[in-house]
Nanobody, 126 residues
Framework: QVHLVESGGAPVQAGGSLTLSCGAS????????MAWFRQTPGKEREGVAA?????????YADSVKGRFTIARDNVDDTVYLLLMNNLKPEDTAVYYC??????????????????WGQGTQVTVSS
């Protein structure tokens, strides 16, 4: 059974930066896709960023392009990151990491992903 655990969520002021980490119970090169989603109350879970391991291609929601970066940790092969810069109040959400062993469907379709973390809260104040 694969487990994912997020960390790094915190309160931050607008314009600030945070780095979220997702630790997996297996090497992340096991996965085809690794992704970050976010969700606010009353809204559907939204794809934020994803990386396709075989080619290292990355994908981003329009709302975070140029501000967020998804990356593999250079030291620990069980961790991937979401580097968030120039945070805005609308980035406030619970952030989830997700992964799938064999790909199929769109990168931002939550139904594509089999494994999920428990979520970490990011709160951006103006």
């Amino acid at each position: 059974q694969v487990h994912l655990v997020e960390s790094g969520g915190a309160p931050v002021q607008a314009g600030g930066s945070l780095t979220l980490s997702c630790g997996a119970s297996t090497a992340i090169n096991t996965f085809d896709y690794m992704a970050w989603f976010r969700q606010t109350p009353g809204k559907e879970r939204e794809g934020v960023a994803a990386i396709y391991n075989p080619s290292a291609a990355t994908y981003y929601a329009d709302s975070v392009k140029g501000r967020f970066t998804i990356a593999r940790d250079n030291v620990d092969d069980t961790v991937y990151l979401l580097l968030m810069n120039n945070l805005k109040p609308e980035d406030t959400a619970v952030y989830y990491c997700a992964a799938v062993l064999i790909s199929g469907g769109d990168w931002d379709d939550p139904g594509k992903y089999r494994y999920w973390g428990q979520g970490t809260q990011v709160t951006v104040s103006s």
